[in-house]
Every structure is written in C-alpha cells, then in structure tokens.
C-alpha cells in the first residue's frame, strides 16, 4: 500500500485495473467506480488507477471521479487552482462551466500502471453535443470494467469510430505489374542508360558510318576490305570446317595465311550472320560503330570502380574514345576494338574489391567478376596482338606489382591482408584461360615467322614509323575542329597517319588540372603523371633517345614484340591515363558543386552551376567530331561471282587485292591475290610472271600451282602491260576467253 501526501497525490499501480469512460454530460448516471486502494485516514488521495488500462493503446477517455479529477500534472481537482479547473475532466464541473463546447475530456493516453506510474496526459474537454452519442460506448468501457469483455475483443472503441477513414490497404500488385515495375528500374539504372548513351554517341560520333552502311567504308577501302573479309571468312569457316581456320581462301596456296595479319577472332560470332561483299561491308560498319560505343562503356566503367563520379566517368568514356589521334585510324578497326582492356581492367578492379579512390576494402570482393574480368581480356587479345600483347605484359606486370605488394605488407605487419581461396582459384583459372588463348592465337604467328623469316621486323622498320615530339601536339585531317589548322604541321611528319597523336588539347587541360585538384590522392596523381610520361616515352620508339632506354629492350627481348612496328599506337596507354586525371578533376569539381548547392535556400544548384559541371565533358565531345570521308566500295565484278577457284586478278597490288578479299566472301573460292602486313615471296613472283600474261610461260607458271581461271579487270588494266594484250587472241595457248561484263575470264 503506498500513501499520498497531502498536494502530492501518488496514485497507486494495480494489475488489473481496467479503462474506465469519462462523463461528459452532467445528469448521466454516474459509472460504477473502480476499485480504490486503501489511504491514509487524513487524507485520501484519489485514485487513478481506475482510469488507467492494462495497455495503453486500450483507454479510450480520460477518467474522472466524484472525489477528484486528474489534472494534467497529475493533481486532485480538491489541490487545483482556479487556472487548472477549465483543464478537470469531471461530470459535476462540466454541468457548472456550462461550456458552449463541452467538457469531455479528450485523448487521454495512459501509460501502464504496472511498470510505471500512473500518469495522465493531455486531458482536453469534448464537445457535449456528443455526449450523447458516446454514451454506449460509457456502457461498453462499463461493462469491461465490470469484468464483461471477452478476451479476444482488444480492439479499441476509439479505433471503430475511425475506421472509415482509414486508408484502403494496397492491392497485391499482379505479375503482370511487377514484371512491368522491374523493366522500370532495369530501363533508368545507371548501366543502362550509360549502354543506351555509349550507342547513341557511337553513331553521332562516326556519322555518317551508318547512312549507307552496305555501300560505303570509313576512312578507305583497302585495310577496311580486308578486315571486313577476316571477319566474314572467320564466321564462315568455324561453321563450314573450323580445322581450316587459319589456311583462308587468300594467298593461295600459302599455309597459315590467316595470320599474315591481326585477325579479328573475336569477332567471328558477327561473321556467321550474312553473305555475300554487301552483308561483308554492313556488318563491318556496325562493328566499327560498337567498337567506339563499348570504348566509351569501357573507360567510363574504369573510372566509376575506381572511384569517379557520373558525369567524370563520362568525360573518361569520351575523352578515351574520341581522342582526335583516334581519327586517323579509322581504317584500322582492330586499334579501334580497345574497349575491351578497360572494361576488363574494371571488372577484375571490382572483383578484387579495389578502386584508386578507397583503396582495397576485402568485404567488396566477388569472384564471378574476376572470372569475367579475365574472359573479356582473353577476348581482346583475340581481336589481334598490335593492341592486346601491350595489354598482356600489363596485365602481367600488374599481377607481379599486386604480388609483391602484398608481400611487402604482410612483412611490415606480420599477417596477411584477406584475400581468400576462392578468389585466388578466379585468378589462378581465369589466368590461365587469358594465358591459354594468347598463346593459341600467338601459336599460328610464330610458324608464319617460321615459314617467312623475312616478315619479322627490323630496328630500321619501326624507326620509319616513330613520331617525334610534335606528334603529341598534332591532330590529323580527319579532326573537324584542328584538322585544317595542323596542315603545315602535319605536312613536317614523315608519316602523318602514324604520327599525329594529339590526344586533345581540352583533355591535357582537365588532366593538368587533375594534378592540382582532384578526388585521387596525390600519390595516385603523381603514379598517373608518370604512367602518361613513360608511355609517351614509348610511344615515341626510336625518336626517344634512339629507344635505348624504352622501345629498343622490348624489341629485342619481349617475345613478340618485334611484330609491333608502329609505336605510336601506344599512345592508347596515354590516353586512358589522362583520362583518368581528368577524370578525377571532374568529379572534384562536380563534388564541389554540391557543396555549394547544399549551402543554398532552396538546396538546389542553379543554372550556371549545373552547366559548369557540363562543360569538360561538351567540349571533350566538340574536340572528338569528326571529317572522316566515306567512300564507296568498289563493287563486285559479275566475272567473280560464278569463277571457279583457284583464281587470279589482275592487275594484283596491294591495294587491289584487298578488294579482291572482299569481294572473295561470296563464296569464299581460292585466289592467289591477298593484301597484309607483309607481302609473301611466292606472291611477288606471281606479280612479276604475270606481267605478260597471256603468254605460255606465264600460263605454265600458274597451272603449277592449280590456278584454274585467270580474271582481268578492264577497269584497271590503262598503264598497265595489258592494256595491249587484253583482247589478244588465245586460241593457240589452250585456254579460253570469254568477257563478262568488265572482265575478261580466261580458263586455263
């Protein structure tokens, strides 16, 4: 039993004490009250627990009792003062206010008496026109009082009154709805809009690639023929016969003619769709479009793993694809096809759990990346070494680097940083497949050296090739915005479409400011600047201190590199190292934006703000346009189209016989012509016989190696030795002649 002091009434906790309804009219029958406990005899205090509940979501009311009435803080309605009566819920003092609204006493919580404290909250008067109205609910809150209520009628009586206005429960979305709620976030994620970007800016960027793409090439058609052909006859024989994959229907009868050039393996899957010269050229275009967009999704990728923000990823992306030295090899898509060394490079990045910008956090690895890293390299390396061996001894110097880094912290901290087995078997695995197909495709290359000694290059070969210094500040024709501007320039370059490397004057801009402002740490900025120093070093071959230092070792001591004899293709590596600086000073810069947008009223940039975040990446995109001509295919003559193989063109040369490759995908017969990296000798003696065909010895000479019909192309012969025999007769040599549209065929 616990005693009230007199002013300080303490009500007394029970268990079971349940709500009691408030009067709110005067003349009501007055509730049977709950039961009190015992005080003191000078001096009762009044007990609330008849007013509290077991739960206090259950009362409904506040209570008040002929003794005393629960003020607000707790006091007896005896101890109030006259500011606290307006505020006591009694029937008695609601019938002599008389107020025009009330006295009913309104939301009135109360927590639970048995842990503590009975204490009233908020006791407010109601309106006493509805008395009336609540008065079964006096009788109901009665009778659980009484000890009426069943147990399982817990609802509160309030709630019932309320529930009308209650919010209808949300429907059970159908399949239907939830299949159209995930295509939702699938079409805004960030990787979709950024795939969906990339191939929009693609066919922006090389239009208008796309406006005849059955007709036209981009840049020339000669290296665009051949590769054309590689990926056509690469679809067409892993289908047909893919044990004669490297023996192609060119440089009949040469073994291993496939890898007299970079092959585009990889992209054999596009060469199985179509036929004919037309769906050889189509297919080329798209290829050459998607290779610029996976480049943009490439680089953008490396930047957002390590650690740039959207639109700094973007401004990498572009700035890597679209770089102005880019344009001058539109005609080699197989330089071209590099958005595979940074996708690769983000995935393996994402799969170890590491970026520049956080460092190594263990808890973001995931193996399925790592193995996906390492496909996509192999993959890369497949479209041809004059990109993918660089990026190979990368790859191979970054593992040796990780290697004996860890090393070096597990000695300075005597354990080992978490790495786990299951990552360790990813890059164990996905090496040796990277390993495995560079050495398969390395393998066809090495019996061409074998067969063809004198195709491997010279010292003085990639001296002819090497930039100097001013190449870096150089643009080439195909540039819109410096193209005409650099004339004289270019015109000082021994070979311009191999030394003007200008990577963009807006990208050294943003990457100089990388080095002063940036989200990269300033070692990781300083490793940059000396990654972009060293590779322009290389870049440069011969013309950097003779290569002594740089290109010359490699050459002589790094397996297959003596295949690479044009350096300045390197300066890829450049790029994507400035790209990366620039990177890291848009996203400072766009950091910074928001800083100062947080600090406005409304928190949102204004205009000029959101334009300057806009701005490194527009003018990296305007330095990227390019003049790149686009001139139509020679068309298929009608001679070829029904010739038996094996056969000749003539005239043959280099740049004929691309197109002779090309036009060789309608069927794919054996011919003697074909066009590479290098010219084979029994070739350049066919060249030279032929000179004087029809004529027997000429006729000799090919019948020994089975050529079967010989086609001489009207249009080629003015200038040439035939331009005199062409209509010669042939009856006594034992062949015959026929014209076929601008042909002559002669059947040997």
């Known amino acids: 039993m616990t005693t009230g002091q007199p002013g300080n009434p303490r009500p007394t906790p029970t268990d079971d004490a349940p709500s009691?309804?408030?009067?709110?009219?005067?003349?009501?029958?007055?509730?049977?009250?709950?039961?009190?406990?015992?005080?003191?005899?000078?001096?009762?205090?009044a007990n609330t627990d008849a007013a509290s509940a077991p739960h206090a979501d259950d009362a409904p009311s506040g209570t008040a009792g002929a003794e005393g009435a629960i003020a607000p803080n707790?006091?007896?309605?005896?101890?109030?003062?006259?500011?606290?009566?307006?505020?006591?819920?009694?029937?008695?003092?609601?019938?002599?206010?008389?107020?025009?609204?009330?006295?009913?006493?309104?939301?009135?919580?109360?927590?639970?008496?048995?842990?503590?404290?009975?204490?009233?909250?908020?006791?407010?008067?109601?309106?006493?026109?509805?008395?009336?109205?609540?008065?079964?609910?006096?009788?109901?809150g009665r009778r659980k009082a009484d000890g009426d209520a069943k147990p399982g009628d817990a609802k509160p009586v309030e709630a019932e009154r309320w529930e009308a206005f209650a919010s209808a429960p949300e429907p059970r979305p159908s399949r239907l709805s939830r299949a159209a709620r995930a295509v939702g976030r699938f079409l805004v994620h960030e990787w979709t809009l950024a795939t969906l970007g990339a191939l929009a800016l693609a066919v922006l960027m090389t239009w208008p690639t796309l406006r005849y793409p059955r007709y036209t090439l981009p840049q020339d058609t000669w290296d665009p023929s051949l590769q054309a052909w590689q990926m056509a006859?690469?679809?067409?024989?892993?289908?047909?016969?893919?044990?004669?994959l490297w023996q192609s229907n060119t440089f009949f009868p040469e073994l291993w003619s496939f890898a007299f050039s970079d092959t585009l393996l990889g992209y054999a899957p596009a060469g199985m769709l179509g036929s004919g010269p037309e769906d050889a050229v189509l297919r080329?275009?798209?290829?050459?479009?998607?290779?610029?967009?996976l480049a943009t999704l490439g680089a953008y990728a490396l930047a957002r793993q390590l650690g740039a923000g959207r639109i700094g990823a973007a401004v990498a992306g572009v700035g890597y694809t679209y770089a102005p030295w880019l344009l001058a090899q539109a005609g080699h898509l197989h330089v071209l096809s590099n958005g595979g060394i940074p996708l690769a490079l983000a995935m393996l990045a994402r799969g170890h759990g590491w970026s520049l910008r956080h460092g190594y956090r263990p808890e973001r690895r995931h193996d399925g990346w790592v193995y996906a890293g390492w496909l996509v390299a192999a993959w890369q390396v497949s479209l041809g070494f004059g990109i993918g061996l660089p990026f190979a001894y990368f790859l191979a110097g970054a593992v040796l680097v990780v290697a004996v880094l860890f090393g070096v912290r597990r000695l300075k901290s005597?354990?080992?940083?978490?790495?786990g087995r299951r990552l360790l078997v990813a890059d164990v695995v996905g090496g040796a497949l990277f390993a495995g197909v560079g050495l398969l495709m390395a393998f066809p290359y090495f019996k061409v050296t074998e067969l063809h000694p004198y195709a491997e290059r010279t010292i003085r070969d990639i001296s002819i090739f090497s930039p100097p210094a001013s190449g870096f500040v150089t643009a080439p024709a195909e540039s819109r915005i410096w193209g005409g501007l650099h004339e004289g320039a270019r015109a000082a370059l021994p070979w311009h479409p191999e030394m003007t490397l200008l990577p963009g004057f807006v990208l050294y801009a943003l990457a100089a400011g990388g080095l002063f402002f940036s989200v990269w740490r300033l070692r990781h900025r300083l490793l940059l600047l000396v990654g972009v120093l060293v590779t322009m070093a290389f870049a440069m071959g011969t013309r950097f201190f003779d290569g002594t230092f740089t290109y010359v070792p490699l050459f002589e001591h790094a397996p297959g590199w003596n295949a690479l004899r044009t350096p300045?293709?390197?300066?890829?590596?450049?790029?994507?190292?400035?790209?990366?600086?620039?990177?890291?000073?848009?996203?400072a810069l766009t950091d910074r934006v928001r800083e100062l947008a947080a600090q406005r009223i409304p928190s949102w940039p204004g205009p000029w703000l959101r334009?300057?975040?806009?701005?490194?990446?527009?003018?990296?995109?305007?330095?990227?346009l390019n003049a790149t001509p686009h001139p139509v295919v020679p068309a298929q003559p009608a001679a070829m189209r029904a010739a038996e193989g094996p056969l000749l063109v003539l005239p043959s040369n280099q740049s004929i016989d691309q197109h002779v490759m090309l036009w060789s995908t309608d069927g794919f017969p054996d011919v003697v012509n074909g066009g590479s990296g290098f010219t084979p000798r029994q070739l350049d003696d066919v060249r030279r016989v032929s000179q004087s065909f029809p004529d027997q010895t000429s006729i000799?000479?090919?019948?020994?190696?089975?050529?079967?019909?010989?086609?001489?192309?009207?249009?080629?012969?003015?200038?040439?030795?035939?331009?005199?025999?062409?209509?010669?007769?042939?009856?006594?040599?034992?062949?015959?002649?026929?014209?076929?549209?601008?042909?002559v065929v002669y059947r040997l």
């Open 611 to 624: 334009m300057a975040t806009l701005l490194p990446l527009l003018l990296v995109t305007l330095e990227g």
């Open 74 to 140: 707790g006091r007896t309605a005896r101890d109030a003062t006259k500011n606290d009566i307006a505020k006591v819920g009694g029937r008695k003092s609601a019938a002599k206010r008389g107020s025009t609204k009330g006295a009913a006493v309104k939301d009135a919580a109360v927590k639970d008496a048995a842990v503590k404290d009975a204490a009233v909250k908020d006791v407010a008067v109601k309106d006493a026109d509805e008395a009336e109205g609540t008065k079964a609910d006096d009788a109901d």
């Open 20 to 45: 009691r309804p408030a009067s709110t009219r005067a003349g009501d029958p007055p509730a049977p009250p709950a039961p009190a406990t015992a005080t003191s005899s000078t001096d009762a205090t």
């Open 233 to 244: 006859w690469s679809g067409h024989i892993l289908l047909a016969d893919p044990a004669r």
């Open 568 to 587: 300045g293709r390197l300066m890829l590596w450049t790029t994507l190292l400035l790209a990366l600086l620039a990177a890291g000073a848009v996203t």
């Open 414 to 419: 005597g354990r080992a940083l978490p790495f």
């Open 284 to 293: 080329y275009n798209i290829m050459f479009v998607l290779a610029h967009a």
């Open 700 to 743: 000799d000479y090919l019948r020994t190696f089975g050529v079967r019909t010989v086609v001489l192309l009207r249009s080629q012969v003015p200038g040439t030795p035939w331009e005199i025999t062409i209509d010669a007769p042939v009856e006594s040599l034992g062949i015959t002649r026929q014209d076929v549209g601008d042909a």
